[in-house]
């Protein structure tokens, strides 16, 4: 983030000592209730698009948060370590803060335990990076993959599968210094990463673009124009936008 926002300080009546949160405007706090209405059940945290968030939980461990994220945090979380994730997270977990940690996503069980480990499970994809210590996996299935720091397991949603791979730790985290890598990725997806970045609409004029696969980075610090730019460039994909500001490749 360019700058460091200071707390919010009309939320700190809720958060303490449930957590604390850098909070700069593109962060959303609610807290959820269960149906009694009486007995909270989850802090929720929305991250919106081209913002970034950062979170201490109530045992000092931290996650950051990628645009367009929720996380949500039991509110027993000193004594149940439970977690909801849609988005992409990456979370350090300090030696001595408890027990395992479970972290849901819609495709897999995550456990882990003072150590750090980066997540992304933005639409069906899921993909899981051990960066310290070991985390361990239990996908929907009932699969079971125990992950050392250096690999990652991915689930592939066009082909619906699962792959474990090697990965280097500062281009799976480079996303919190606000640089995106792509690596032999599929145009769409990318797109969709750009629109969380950017806070932007794309829409494909020509679909068969979807398709096309590209390797490189962006910069957040960059102007989406400088990205759309590159794209164009190396490749015979053209843009344009919209008098809406949509913008349209084909």
């Known amino acids: 983030m360019a700058s460091i926002p200071i707390l919010n300080p009309r939320l700190k009546h809720f958060l303490f000592p449930l957590l604390q949160l850098i909070l700069p405007a593109g962060i959303i706090f609610t807290l959820s209730r269960s149906a009694s209405n009486k007995i909270p059940v989850w802090n929720t945290i929305n991250i919106i698009k081209a913002h970034t968030g950062f979170v201490i939980l109530p045992d000092s461990s931290y996650v950051n948060l990628n645009a367009g994220s929720l996380l949500k945090v039991a509110t ?3 004594t149940n370590r439970v977690m909801l994730l849609d988005g992409e997270g990456c979370f350090k977990f300090k ?9 849901k996503t819609r ?5 882990g335990c003072a150590n750090s480990f980066n997540v992304s499970t933005y639409d069906d994809e899921l993909f899981v990076a051990c960066l310290d210590g070991s985390v361990s996996v239990k996908i929907k299935n009932g699969r079971q993959l125990v992950l050392n720091a250096g690999s990652a397991v991915k689930y592939d949603p066009d082909s619906k599968s699962w792959a474990t791979l090697s990965i280097d730790q500062d281009t799976v985290t480079s996303w919190i210094r606000g640089v995106y890598y792509f690596d032999e990725e599929k145009l769409e997806n990318i ?3 750009v629109e969380r970045v950017y806070d ?4 494909f004029d020509r679909p068969a673009c979807k398709n ?4 490189g980075k962006f910069r957040k610090e960059d102007s989406i124009h400088v ?6 460039h190396a ?3 053209n843009y344009f936008f919209d008098q809406a500001g949509i913008i349209h490749l084909r």
């Open 227 to 232: 990205v759309l730019e590159n794209l164009s």
């Open 235 to 237: 490749s015979d994909v």
């Open 200 to 203: 932007a609409r794309i829409v």
């Open 76 to 78: 027993s979380y000193k």
């Open 95 to 103: 030696p001595g803060a408890g027990e395992k940690v479970l972290l």
């Open 191 to 193: 797109c969709k990463r």
């Open 212 to 215: 096309y696969s590209f390797s």
């Open 107 to 111: 495709l897999a069980d995550i456990f």
